[in-house]
Every structure is written in C-alpha cells, then in structure tokens.
C-alpha cells in the first residue's frame, strides 16, 4: 500500500492525473498481462485530493521569523513555501498509513 500511495502522490505532484481504477476481467483479459498474478489494494482517496484546507499551527517566533524570511527570498508566501518544499522534498517523503 505505501507504493501505490506514494506513486499517486508523485503522480499528483507531476500535475498528472491518477489513472481510475481498471476492473480485474479488463486486466485479465488483457494479453500484456498473460500469466501474471494480480493483487487487489484499496487506497483511501483522501489522498488524491486537493483541497485547500486552513491550518494552525505553532511555531517559535524565531523559527516563524526564519521561515518568513526563507519563504520571502524565494518570492513566496508563507503557506506557498511550506506548501512547495514539503511537496517538492523527496528524499525525506514517506508514505501516509
């Protein structure tokens, strides 16, 4: 279930649309796929949305004064920039269980 969380979400952030769900016969009777063992996954479909939601959220002043200052050299907002780098940094991204 992590792969398939996490391969929406890259999907998603490539500003890709997430393919719908295929039937098991469609796969089945499909020849690209001859001989091979399927599996069935449910994926929870709050994580393929997008929608804006209001956060609060505490943080020192000296950590929010370095954040403004981080979001403002890069031109952005604050929700902007916490927003790009938390999609945008990989390496340290884990799936939601």
Not at 34 to 56: C, M, Q
Not at 62 to 79: I, Q
Request: net charge negative; hydrophobic share 40%.
């Amino acid at each position: 279930m992590p792969h398939a969380a996490a391969r929406s979400d890259a999907t998603l952030d490539a500003g890709e649309a997430v393919s719908p769900p295929s039937s098991l016969d469609a796969i089945r009777s499909n020849s690209d796929y001859a001989g091979w063992i399927f599996g069935i996954i449910s994926v929870d479909a709050g994580l393929l949305d997008d929608t804006i939601e209001r956060v609060n959220i505490t943080l020192t002043r000296r950590v929010l004064l370095r954040l403004d200052a981080l979001a403002r050299s890069a031109g952005e907002s604050r929700s902007g920039y916490i927003a790009h780098h938390v999609a945008l940094d990989g390496p340290r991204r884990t799936a939601v269980s």
